[in-house]
Nanobody, 123 residues
Framework: VRLVESGGGLVQPGSSLRLSCATS????????IGWFRQAPGKEREGVAC????????YYADSVKGRFAISKVNARNIVYLQMNSLKPEDTAVYYC?????????????????WGRGTQVTVSS
């Protein structure tokens, strides 16, 4: 099982980024995927999650209306579109796979993790 994040970078406030999570070694359609982030000195938090079917999504209050998660099972990839970025969005972003497929926002429910990609929002 492998998850590889990409698409992070340094952007100005108000900008957009699209993170990608490329998966391999498992059938993406059977797993839910979550995007989590961790800023220095803070706990890891759930940002956006999508169930195995793609029917259910979760967004943290801090990103609702700005971020969108999508899942392309046929391409084994999950995206996190991030718009109107703010300095407080600065963190390392991780994608993770949940075997039970519920789309849980709790990091402890996830079984496999990528190594993360850095997102820095600064003027």
């Amino acid at each position: 099982v492998r998850l590889v994040e990409s698409g992070g970078g340094l952007v100005q406030p108000g900008s957009s980024l699209r993170l990608s999570c490329a998966t391999s070694g498992f059938t993406l359609a059977h797993y839910s995927i979550g995007w989590f982030r961790q800023a220095p000195g803070k706990e890891r938090e759930g940002v956006a999650c999508i169930s195995s079917s793609g029917d259910n999504t979760y967004y943290a209050d801090s990103v609702k209306g700005r971020f969108a998660i999508s899942k392309v099972n046929a391409r084994n990839i999950v995206y996190l579109q991030m718009n109107s970025l703010k300095p407080e969005d600065t963190a390392v972003y991780y994608c993770a796979a949940e075997v039970l497929g519920r789309g849980s926002p709790n990091s402890t429910d996830y079984d496999y993790w990528g190594r993360g990609t850095q997102v820095t929002v600064s003027s």
